[in-house]
């Protein structure tokens, strides 16, 4: 069994900064990759950021040089460092890992960007 808790989403000013969260526990022998997805209301999930185990990044083209994706493998925990936070980042944030070809998600965790 395999459990994935993600925290740090709130409230927050249009230029304001939040970073979330996200670790795995439970029977884990390798984390392929980890990340993000979001969804807004009336939209669909899209991907946010990833970061393999060997520490390879992909991004949104919308969150680009404003957000960065880290992790701590001993720890099994993946961070979202988001900076300059606009409204349009406004969503419900999932994370998730890859562990040995299974899919596990977090959550959820509201970020609200007010203008």
């Known amino acids: 069994q395999v459990q994935v808790v993600e925290s740090g989403g709130g409230l927050v000013q249009a230029g304001g900064s939040l970073r979330l969260s996200c670790t795995a526990s439970g029977s884990i022998f390798s984390i392929n990759r980890m990340g993000w997805y979001r969804q807004a209301p009336g939209k669909q999930r899209e991907l946010v950021a990833v970061?393999?185990?060997?520490?390879?990044?992909d991004y949104a083209d919308s969150v680009k040089g404003r957000f960065t994706i880290s992790r701590d493998n001993a720890k099994n925990t993946a961070y979202l460092q988001m900076n300059s936070l606009k409204p349009e980042d406004t969503a419900v944030y999932y994370c998730y890992f890859i562990i040995l070809g299974h899919n596990y998600w977090g959550q959820g965790t509201q970020v609200t960007v007010s203008s």
């Open positions: 970061i393999t185990y060997d520490g390879s990044t």
